[in-house]
């Protein structure tokens, strides 16, 4: 199996549209050690033909338009992609907003929760998506299942979904509570491990994660690959950065450092290939030169590029 990070940026990407704060600022005069990345999604084939998305971001079009594999082969018809299905692993303007960049009437199959399809069932907008050409099915939790394209064709990539704790989307936090912390254990958010027949060992998507808990634990004891989520090192880095006023918890991220963090917390199991993803554009992680950097290479982890290819 072939799996492609084709965007290992978080919501906002990197830089941001609208950040000035230094990372985004290095990022766009393209400081040597820092890469600009878009936001949250990889892509997994068994056959190099056909591929399923993990996630649909907002930069879609750029991710297909950097990523050969995902654009109509030359001797296909006059519309077709490679593309056969898209899961979702929350319903997170990063990961649900590029679904509307893939309208025109193009086959293919969603993936999703049954909290996240109710929410795409909500806003009319994914209409443009007609559920007769687009098939919308619902993820069983914890069973392995074959994903299979708009006709039921099985693409060879099998999943297995669990929840993780997470939170549910920022824009379904109702304005009235504004400091509850919207705390969800139920599917609002998953991990999946993705695998194939042929395949070697399992391999874990997980771009959102509030906590790491025993039974996460035991599930990721012997991975292969866990992709994990990355999005701050420090849970009050956007208040020292002075861009936001939400910690890391708040919206449902683990830090990558201290004691809770995720490098302490995946420290003692056997993986294979630790590898942060949806990365945040406040995290020092993204400038190379960084001591961050430098403590979480040292701690076995790698920090995701876009474009960043592995095979299992
Ligand atoms: C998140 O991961 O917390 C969300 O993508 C934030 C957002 O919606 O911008
Ligand atoms: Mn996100």
Redo the contacts with the bound molecule.
């Keep these: 199996m072939r799996l492609k990070i084709i965007g290992s940026a ?3 990407g990197f830089p941001q549209w609208n950040c000035n704060y230094r990372l985004s600022r290095a990022a766009r005069t393209g400081m040597a050690g820092v890469h600009s990345r878009t ?2 999604s990889i892509a997994a084939s068994v056959d190099g033909a056909g591929w399923v998305l993990f996630n649909a971001s907002p930069d879609i079009r750029q991710q297909i338009a950097q990523t050969p594999e995902l654009q109509p082969a030359q001797d296909a018809p006059l519309r077709s992609t490679p593309i056969r299905a898209v899961l979702l692993t ?1 319903a ?4 649900v907003a590029g679904l509307l960049s893939l309208r025109e009437r193009q086959p293919f199959a969603i993936y999703a929760t049954t909290q996240v399809l109710a929410t795409l069932e909500a806003n009319s907008i994914f209409n443009v998506l007609d559920p007769a050409l687009v098939p919308r099915r619902t993820l069983p939790p914890a069973e392995e299942l074959a994903i299979c394209d708009a006709d039921g064709l099985n693409t060879g990539v099998t999943v297995e979904s669990f929840a993780v704790p997470g ?1 549910i ?3 379904l936090e109702e304005r009235s509570r504004p400091d509850a912390n919207f705390r969800s254990d139920a599917g609002d958010t998953i991990g999946v491990r993705i695998g194939s027949a042929g395949s070697r060992g399992s391999v874990f998507y997980i ?2 994660c509030a906590r790491i808990d025993a039974a996460l634990r035991t599930r990721l004891a012997d991975a292969a690959c866990v992709l994990f989520d990355g ?1 701050v090192y420090t849970d009050d880095e956007m208040i020292a950065a002075g861009v936001g006023q939400k910690t890391g918890a708040r ?3 683990l830090a990558m450092s201290g004691d809770d963090g995720s490098i302490a917390g995946l420290a003692e199991l056997r993986i294979g290939r630790r590898v942060f993803v ?1 990365i ?1 554009n406040t995290n020092p992680v993204l400038d190379e030169n960084s001591a961050e950097h430098a403590a979480v290479k040292a701690a076995g982890w790698e920090v995701a590029r876009d474009g960043m290819e592995m095979e299992f």
């Excluded at 997170?92 to 990961?95: A, P, Q, S, T």
């Design positions: 978080a919501g906002g936001q949250s929350n997170d303007v990063d990961h939170k989307a920022l824009y771009p959102g999005t919206m449902g991220h949806h945040n």
